[in-house]
């Protein structure tokens, strides 16, 4: 297995780009304000521009996201969006992927996007996801997307589907509890083949940035990741933000990390701590196989 916590490139040199699911839902754990104001949109992208954040990360499935972007203005900004679930025995997959495209380029305002990603990986299995992989290119060909990917919960799906399309960026999870994209090899291979790897859910929706005593009690079964997270946190006296961000941020393989963002104050904030970061701890007995934690939509079931 290779050394994940050894790295040689610059901290401070952090890829930021815009997650926007809280611009259409109210989602996270740890959101407690509900969806983003079209207004407060505005005051976040206007600071991204200052401070030259140029990429937003959308889809289909986040409410009224992208539509939001479109009123608040991304003509500037590349944006990236992903496609709904592919429906089952599709009989025009082409004419399927180009109807969500030219629809989401109108409610963006755009006449063309960054990237397109399939957002349920799965959709590029079988005979349909080798469809798919050649729709994707079309479109890319096209010249209304400029690259294609895909949105991973696992790398283990990847074996399955990297033959069925050509793609340029791969979304993955990556924090100090879930470093399979690590462990299982994907991040090397990708990183040799030239593909893109973007990185989310750096903070657990919020749940590594909760305070101790904060941390709601169905998650007790993992009390020891926790208690090792925030012991460590106070004896070197290290800021959880920026601890998640160095540790992500530590690895040059990594081309881009997206965070959510509820408020200018916030985007402020992950700066801020940008800024602060430095060489991570070795955060190796933090790392979790169990999928009920490392997977949010299993959180449901806690």
């Known amino acids: 297995m290779p050394d994940v916590?050894?790295?040689?490139?610059?901290i401070k040199n952090m890829k930021l780009t815009i997650g926007s699911?809280?611009?259409?839902?109210?989602?996270?754990?740890?959101?407690?304000?509900?969806?983003?104001?079209?207004?407060?949109?505005?005051?976040?992208?206007?600071?991204?521009?200052?401070?030259?954040?140029?990429?937003?990360?959308?889809?289909?499935?986040?409410?009224?996201s992208e539509s939001v972007l479109g009123l608040a203005g991304v003509n500037d900004f590349k944006v990236i969006t992903k496609l709904p679930i592919l429906p089952n025995e599709s009989a025009d997959i082409i004419g399927w992927?180009?109807?969500?495209?030219?629809?989401?380029?109108?409610?963006?305002?755009?006449?063309?996007?960054?990237?397109?990603?399939?957002?349920?990986?799965?959709?590029?299995?079988?005979?349909?996801?080798?469809?798919?992989?050649?729709?994707?290119?079309?479109?890319?060909?096209s010249g209304l997307v400029e690259k294609v990917g895909v949105s991973i919960y696992q790398p283990s799906v990847l074996d399955k589907i990297m033959e069925n399309a050509s793609i340029d960026i791969v979304q993955t999870p990556f924090n100090v509890v879930d470093t399979r994209i690590i462990s299982s090899g994907w991040l090397d291979k990708l990183d040799?083949?030239?593909?893109?790897?973007?990185?989310?859910?750096?903070?657990m929706q919020g749940l590594l940035l909760m305070d101790r005593s904060s941390i709601p009690d169905k998650f007790n079964r993992w009390l020891s990741l926790w208690d090792h997270w925030h012991e460590n946190l106070s004896t070197y006296d290290l800021d959880a933000l920026s601890e998640c961000i160095s540790f992500v941020n530590s690895f040059s393989k990594v081309s881009r990390v997206v965070v959510g963002i509820e408020s200018a104050?916030?985007?402020?904030?992950?700066?801020?701590?940008?800024?602060?970061?430095a060489n991570p701890l070795d955060w190796s007995q933090m790392a979790c196989h169990d999928d009920i934690l490392i997977n949010p939509s299993n959180w449901s079931k806690l």
């Not at 040799?192 to 903070?203: D, L, W, Y």
């Not at 104050?265 to 970061?277: C, G, K, P, R, T």
């Open 97 to 141: 992927v180009e109807k969500h495209i030219e629809e989401s380029l109108i409610r963006l305002n755009k006449s063309s996007i960054h990237g397109l990603l399939v957002h349920h990986a799965e959709s590029l299995e079988g005979s349909d996801g080798k469809k798919l992989g050649f729709a994707l290119n079309q479109i890319k060909n």
């Open 192 to 203: 040799e083949a030239g593909v893109e790897v973007h990185v989310r859910s750096i903070f």
């Open 5 to 10: 916590f050894i790295s040689n490139s610059n």
């Open 265 to 277: 104050l916030q985007l402020q904030q992950v700066l801020d701590a940008i800024e602060l970061s």
């Open 21 to 64: 699911v809280q611009f259409g839902l109210p989602y996270g754990i740890s959101n407690v304000a509900g969806q983003v104001s079209l207004r407060e949109v505005e005051k976040i992208l206007h600071l991204a521009r200052k401070r030259n954040i140029d990429m937003i990360d959308t889809a289909i499935a986040y409410g009224d």
